[in-house]
């Protein structure tokens, strides 16, 4: 299992934070974890006018961004993660953040870790159908500031 120790001589934030789920979502972060999977990413994107992109699913805005799957870099998981959900090509410009996520569905707890990377857009065209079937992808928009209603708006508002 990682642990947030390893970032604290880099120049990287770390932070931990507890978020409320159901038992589907304690039981997903576990089952990744007994697979050895026990990181997700996500990456801050900027395109050349300064702009950030973002997902807006499950009522919220969020970084694009997802699990990291066997045999994959988180490099590499942030990059694919991106293309998927926002059809955009990015450079992975390094490791902004690390945040050990514990999930809690009242009774049972599971952890991960989540690694913000810093990206630049190769391309700024949007996917018009963002996300992989199944998921709940609403739209992908380029906005000038991070979004009121965000997911880790305060990390977020930080690292830009």
Same mark, same amino acid.
């Given at each position: 299992?990682?642990?947030?120790?390893?970032?604290?001589?880099?120049?990287?934030? =770390?932070?931990?934070?507890?978020?409320?789920?159901?038992?589907?979502?304690?039981?997903?972060? $576990?089952?990744?974890?007994?697979?050895?999977?026990? %990181?997700?990413?996500?990456?801050?994107?900027?395109?050349?006018?300064?702009?950030? +992109? &973002?997902?807006?699913?499950?009522?919220? %805005?969020?970084?694009?961004?997802? #699990?990291?799957?066997?045999?994959?870099?988180?490099?590499?998981?942030?990059?694919?993660?991106? $293309?998927?959900?926002?059809?955009?090509?990015? =450079?992975?410009? #390094? /490791?902004?953040?690390? =945040?050990?996520?514990?999930?809690?569905?009242?009774? $049972?707890?599971?952890?991960? *870790? &989540?690694?913000? *990377?810093?990206? =630049?857009?190769?391309?700024?065209? /949007?996917?018009?159908?963002?996300?992989?079937?199944?998921?709940?992808?609403?739209?992908?928009? %380029?906005?000038?500031?991070?979004?009121?209603?965000?997911?880790?708006?305060? +990390? +977020? $508002?930080?690292?830009?």
């Amino acid at each position: 299992m990682p642990s947030l120790v390893a970032f604290e001589d880099r120049d990287v934030l =770390t932070r931990r934070v507890a978020r409320e789920t159901d038992a589907a979502g304690v039981d997903g972060v $576990r089952a990744r974890a007994e697979r050895g999977l026990h %990181w997700a990413v996500g990456a801050l994107v900027t395109d050349a006018a300064d702009r950030l +992109l &973002f997902v807006y699913e499950d009522e919220i %805005w969020k970084l694009p961004g997802g #699990g990291v799957e066997a045999g994959e870099t988180r490099q590499e998981a942030v990059r694919r993660e991106v $293309r998927e959900e926002t059809g955009v090509a990015i =450079t992975v410009a #390094g /490791l902004a953040a690390v =945040t050990e996520v514990t999930v809690t569905d009242g009774g $049972r707890t599971a952890t991960f *870790f &989540f690694g913000t *990377f810093r990206g =630049t857009a190769e391309s700024t065209a /949007l996917a018009s159908d963002p996300g992989l079937d199944g998921e709940s992808i609403e739209t992908v928009a %380029w906005r000038d500031s991070v979004p009121e209603n965000c997911l880790d708006r305060r +990390l +977020l $508002r930080r690292l830009r």
